[in-house]
């Protein structure tokens, strides 16, 4: 059974390097030093304050290469050739968005603007975007793409997971991959994300091509597999097929399940062991089981809730359950126009009964979950140097400040930006 958001459980989750004996300051090395840091946030129970968050108060950290080699208190930090001076502001691991859907073209303004005044959210809208996708060049689509990561990065997000989905004809799903591959390393083919308007008078012909050429064509850019398990989309029949093409082409699994309705794509990702149930609105106590007895991660995406007025996920009920919740923008042009995982981190705290703690852990330890990543999401030796400082003294007011940006500077595998 999973233990929920306690990485002290969850080892497959944020296991790393033996980090008990930390406070053993290395020699001095070409290194950099980010001392004065008022609380830093480990995701490490075995140090600092042994809560969830591994907070270290007065602390210090070694960045050395792109890795995190040394965390500790600032009176026992080693020396090195660099010195930051954190100011007396807190520091986080960086944000890990799992699921973010950024390979396109286009804008609706109008579908929200509508939205907004009365109509409701429907999955067929993304058939708009589609159209200017298809219609785009590759310069345009790698630029768009380019922009929102630029963005993310000001925020604090480190490590992205974007999926395809907007092309749905062999050629445009393969070059949406490819471009998306040459960013991040999380791709995922999602060339169920609806049926093509292609084939709107015979899905069983697009599940087809989906499983078959399709494919072919886009396995060799993409580490997942996902489908739009939900009405208006694929349903249970369909989706399982497709999860399980993919995994024979070594795909690993992951599913947009239960976001507009009750319906079979919890119970079917756990049962394919996919690395995690993406929205999880709409759930019935056999779906919470099957999500606390194995190892799919909930992902919650409260920006899609946000822009389409929808009923909130119920992260409280899941954490009670023991299950492990992460948390990501679904930042995509049609129902979660966000790239911003402070933003998601303040509503799942306002509107889905999580604290702080816990929002900050889903959003950093829990994406490296539904990724299944060990080496991001914690500030641990041996971690990739995925780091933000705030410009604040707590990582509470990610939540207690909503809307202000507060990430002042981002380390992105030991480079730095300003935020």
Known sequence: MNSGNDPAN???ATAGPDTTNSAVAPAATAATLITNIAGLVTNDPSLGDGSPLGLIQDAALVIEGDRVVWTGESSKAP???????????AVIPGF???HSHLVFAG?????????????????GGIRTTVAATRAATDAELEAN?????????R??????????GYGLTVEDEARALRIAARHTEEVTYLGAHIVSPDYADDPAAYVDLVTGPMLDACAPHARWIDVFCEKGAFDGDQARAILTAGKARGLLPRVHANQLSYGPGVRLAVE????????CTHLTDADVDALASGSTVATLLPGAEFSTRARWPDARRLLDAGVTVALSTDCNPGSSFTSSMPFCVA????DMGMTPDEALWSATAGGAAALRRTDVGRLTPGARADLALLDAPSHVHLAYRPGVPLVARVWRAGVASDG
Do not use: C, I, W
């Open 10 to 12: 969850s080892a497959p």
């Open 79 to 89: 020396a090195t050739d660099n010195r930051v001076d954190a100011g007396g502001r």
């Open 96 to 98: 890990v968005d799992s």
């Open 107 to 123: 804008d609706r303004t109008a579908e929200f603007n509508a939205r907004m005044s009365g109509r409701a959210y429907e999955a």
């Open 145 to 153: 793409l380019t922009r929102y990561l630029r963005e993310a990065l």
């Open 155 to 164: 925020q604090g997000t480190t490590t992205f997971e974007t999926k395809s």
């Open 272 to 279: 394919l062991d996919a690395a995690s149930a993406d929205h």
């Open 347 to 350: 509503l799942a705290v306002r």
